[in-house]
């Protein structure tokens, strides 16, 4: 897409979120801002200090700085029940949906984000399905039967142009969200070159800093703080990037120094997508097991799918990935790699559409609040 036709992308959507829940957000975070108990907790709470009124724009940067690490839902003495019904996380996670719906492109596709059980259908059935129909009828007769490498099966351009196709597909839809969220928020392209603030934001999302409440984890799936859902959450992030580095090493042995995989045991690769397979499956498994206790009251009842959509297809490609390795040389390989590469493809595919989508917002917001504390 040309920048032209993305940049008319960016300013032709029109989503709101619904007004009763922007009334609902500025009726709470005026219960906040007076309060004050809560200030140490996370990010949140010194943002909604810094502010005297807050529009949709403001409950669209707090409710993606909200990590729902819960603590304050515990710490309130406005909630539930009493009168004001005061739950931050809940009313964060419902706004943190809408602005999902909102910045989506193409704006058609964002009924996605409340229909994510079928899309997991699609990309854990039908995506895998049409991979091994595919490879059953353009490979050669036996390909998914006969032990031989893995370009033999799916020849090297047929699978680096597929994938590089799905990879610029999905790229539009993230690139055109960012600068949708990044233009509501009030903040300017060239903020996003302030150093200082992107080393502070960088480091708050690489340790995931404020899911750590006020020093004791979160209070995630019960009222007793602990660092559980931080680790699990760890996990998931470093093994989904060594993963991504298993790519990169991968095609550099096959570009740069000539070689074919599949790959030694001991090779980089191997060793690297070993590690980030293993993360990927210690990661959703414990985070599939937290949100089963989890208090209900901590998130949107929307948000659950969503949630298990990402985790469950995030074990899939793990899973095969490990099974292809382990029946590389047999027979059994080629329907290994089919199934394997339609769960990566079909995880992809669905990444601007799902739980994916709240790193690129969570991240900006954490600029934008690391920006904000620069001129306190």
């Known amino acids: ?65 909200c990590h729902n690490c819960g603590e304050c839902l515990y710490a309130c003495q406005y909630a539930p029940p009493h009168e004001f019904a005061v739950n931050v996380p809940r009313l964060l996670s419902t706004i943190r949906q809408e602005t999902f719906r909102k910045y989506a492109w193409p704006g058609i ?5 409340t229909r994510n059980g079928l899309m997991l259908l699609a990309a854990a059935v039908f995506v895998p399905a049409l991979s091994v129909l595919a490879i059953v009828a353009l490979a050669e007769p036996g390909a998914l039967s006969t032990p031989h490498t893995f370009y033999r099966v799916v020849p090297y351009g047929v699978m680096a142009g597929t994938f590089s196709a799905i990879a610029i597909a999905v790229s539009v839809p993230f690139v055109i969200g960012f600068l949708r969220f990044w233009r509501d928020v009030g903040e300017r392209p060239a903020s ?94 414990g985070l599939l097991w937290i949100k089963m206790s989890r208090n209900p009251d901590l998130n949107s009842p929307n948000e659950a799918g969503m949630d298990v959509a990402f985790l469950v297809l995030l074990l899939l490609t ?21 199934l394997h590469l339609g769960w990566v493809a079909g995880l992809f595919l669905t990444l601007p559409y799902g739980k994916f989508v709240h790193g690129i917002y969570r991240s900006l917001a954490l600029l934008r609040n690391a920006i904000e504390s620069q001129h306190r």
């Open 1 to 65: 897409m040309a920048s032209s036709q993305v940049l008319k992308a960016v300013g032709t959507y029109g989503t709101t979120i619904p007004l009763t829940l922007v009334q609902d957000g500025e009726r709470v975070m005026r219960i906040c801002n007076a309060c004050r108990y809560c200030e140490g907790f996370c990010a949140v709470f010194p943002a909604i200090e810094r502010r005297l009124v807050f529009a949709e724009a403001d409950l669209v940067y707090l409710a993606n700085l």
């Open 109 to 113: 596709l964002a009924g996605l984000f």
């Open 192 to 285: 996003l070159l302030n150093r200082r603030a992107l080393a502070r934001a960088m480091s708050d999302a690489f340790t995931l800093r404020y899911l750590d409440g006020d020093g004791h984890g979160c209070a995630y799936p019960g009222d007793v703080p602990s660092r559980i859902r931080q680790r699990y959450h760890h996990f998931t992030f470093y093994g989904f990037l060594l993963c991504g580095a298993a790519t990169t090493a991968a095609a550099f042995y096959h570009h740069v120094l000539g070689w074919e995989a599949p790959y030694a045991l001991t090779s980089v690769p191997v060793v690297l997508g070993a590690v980030g397979g293993a993360g990927l499956l210690i990661g959703p498994t």
């Open 318 to 338: 793990s899973i095969s990935g490990f099974l292809l390795l382990t029946w590389r040389e047999s027979p059994a390989m080629g329907t290994w790699l089919a």
